[in-house]
């Protein structure tokens, strides 16, 4: 059964440094997104993204956020400058269709920033 | 409280027994999903009810939708050990893009 997959499980990093969190969707989907949870609370939207540029943000994407499909396979998202409290289990997923489909979640890379 | 919330926060219950969680939400709707996590990981996709649906039902699991009350509710009969994990309801909010708001989740433990 396909899957989505992302690397790194886990991802320890210094605060102010670029960390890029890795996904490759399910071949035939056609829309992503990027979802985070902090430990014990609930998954918050990120962005999700079509034809090569972002659909929807939230607040919590600002500037230091960016996302990318740099090939036919991957979508990564990078965090320019990490802060403590970027720490969260970082999960994408994917859709063949957006609003009204089951999205299939990867499952996750958690991101500590000491 | 924030688009989809999610009541109870926690649920203990017996092998056998049914589980019944709620979710309500603030903002229309196109349609509404419930999702399942196990500890530490990735989200599964349980079922989708759209906005004209009033009830839905998938093996043992059941789904209402009540859009005047902006409220659903996940039922889950014969519960088993292994239905331990947490559920969230999730929400496809009518703006121009796509976006999907999750609540906070019901964290349900089955004993054996």
């Known amino acids: 059964e396909p899957e989505v997959t992302q690397t790194p499980s886990h991802q320890v990093t210094q605060m102010g440094q670029e960390v890029i969190l890795r996904c490759v969707p399910i071949?035939?989907?056609?829309?992503f997104y990027w979802y985070r949870q902090i430990l014990g609370q609930k998954v918050e939207f990120l962005v999700s993204?079509?034809?090569?540029?972002?659909?929807?943000k939230s607040e919590i994407f600002d500037d230091q956020f960016s996302v990318e499909r740099p090939d036919g396979s991957n979508f990564t998202l990078k965090i320019r400058s990490t802060k403590l409290e970027d720490s969260a289990m970082y999960f994408c997923a994917s859709s063949e269709t957006p609003q009204g489909a089951e999205q299939y979640f990867g499952p996750g890379t958690r991101l500590t920033v000491t | 409280s924030q688009q989809g919330e999610e009541d109870p926060q926690a649920l203990s219950i017996q092998e056998g027994e049914n589980a019944t969680m709620n979710c309500s939400y603030k903002?229309?709707?196109?349609?509404l999903q419930w999702y399942r996590q196990n500890s530490g990981r990735g989200l599964v996709h349980l079922i989708l009810i759209r906005s004209n649906e009033r009830e839905k039902h998938s093996g043992r699991l059941r789904v209402t939708l009540d859009t005047s009350k902006k409220s659903s509710s996940l039922l889950i009969t014969a519960s088993r050990a292994a239905d331990t994990a947490s559920y969230f309801c999730a929400t496809d909010a009518r703006t121009g893009g796509f976006k999907t708001i999750f609540g906070a989740g019901t964290r349900l433990f089955v004993k054996a």
């Open positions: 993204f079509y034809n090569n540029e972002i659909s929807e």
């Open positions: 903002t229309s709707i196109n349609n």
């Open positions: 071949s035939n989907h056609l829309y």
